[in-house]
């Protein structure tokens, strides 16, 4: 961290993962930064468990966070967080980052899989979330996010989600919403007055040959195979509970990679 | 060229088949979200800030050269609905028999040998525009409209609606639709000089998961 300015805080968190020969996955990199702290918790197999836990509240307005991780070539890594990230406003009117940046070799392996994203009222959060495969490489993300606590008008909130599979663009979605988003986004077209929207996305080489056949899950949730090697599971709810468990059942047929 | 190609590319009875979709207006009425002039305004207004800027982006960018397949790549990374995505081919591949016949180029021939079973409608509303002498912010004018006049007339259809308020609702978007070209082909610019990341990538999630829906119905009056 360099350290809190007068426009908010900077955080860098930093993690790789590698093969350690023997079976399992080496953390060789772990770097934590200010707010962003993360910790390994028990493997689960081969796979590396690494829990980002918030060391203080944030995103604030001002503040900029990113947080990079890398998986290499036969590595599997599990990134998940011990609670939900909370957008809050800040001292200064503008508007807070968090900028997500997710590299996956060959044959390696990622699951992104934090707590909801919830943009408190008055917040103003910018967040990008940019994973970058390789044509061999499988990833699980998921991403939810709450507009409003309990009962209250959401923060503005901007998210977009870019996944490249072997250079490829295979998903490419930015949704805006709260105070000062386009007009509409409460609307028919977008959210409806839905609270909660998250999008899962598996990318497994094997899609491109055995592609998954798309599945409506209702008027408000669907199972769409991408143009690529990926299927994404799209879904607005009422609250986070409600879409959680819409996107748990969803990918339940995925589970056991 | 002519400017009044534009009159002639954004005229609802240019025979390029739009008539047959609703732009997503068929399965938000029948899941009670779409009810009334104003609740269709509100819709259209949600369209034309997300799938109408990014149709707009890559038609402009279209018009500024930007490389057909390449757009037409990031068309299919920023339209997940594989129904939404085979609607959009559908569409480009009639509109591209029209335009050939209105404004035949070797540009047009080229993209129908490349995508034979069609390319993004939008990315061929952008060829079509620059082979008819059309200006980026003209494309984007055009397909920025349809985004939102598309689910409109299908309204009017489904609901019985008055035509007379669903074309209030869509006078009153005319000053969003301003801006929304603006946005398109300053995107577009960035497009050229950047490379197609730089498109906006503006969704709805119930436009992409309502197409889904709509498409498993065993009957529905329009084809997306």
Redesign the interface.
Known sequence: MDGVTATGVRADARIVARADGRGGTALPVLDSDGPLALRRTRADGARAKVMLVGAMSGPLGGDRFSLTASVAEGARLHIGSAAATLALPGQTKDEARYDVRLDVADGAELHWLPEQLISARGSDLKVTTRAELAAGARLVLREEQVLGRAGEEPGRLTSRLTVRVAGRTVLDQELASGPGAPGGWDGPAVLAGHRAVGQLVVVRPEFAEHPVEARPLGECAALIPLAGPAVLVSAVAPDALRLRRLLDEAIAPFNGT | MARAALLVLADGRFPAGGHAHSG?AE??V??G??TSAA?LE??????????G?VAGALAAAAVLGVDPAELD??A???T????L?AAARRLGRQLLRAARAGWPSPELDALAREFPKGAHQPVVLGLAARAAGLGPDDAAYCAAYESVSGPATATVRLLSLDPFDATGALARLAP?LDRVADRAVEAARRAAAEGT?AL???????????A??H??WPVRLFAS
């Open positions: 997503g399965a938000a029948k899941a979200r779409i609740s509100d819709f259209c207004r949600g369209r034309l800030h997300t799938a800027l790549a990031a299919d990374a920023r997940p609905s594989p129904a995505r969003e990341d906006p990538a503006a969704s709805g999630p119930l436009l992409e998961v309502g889904q829906w498409a498993a």
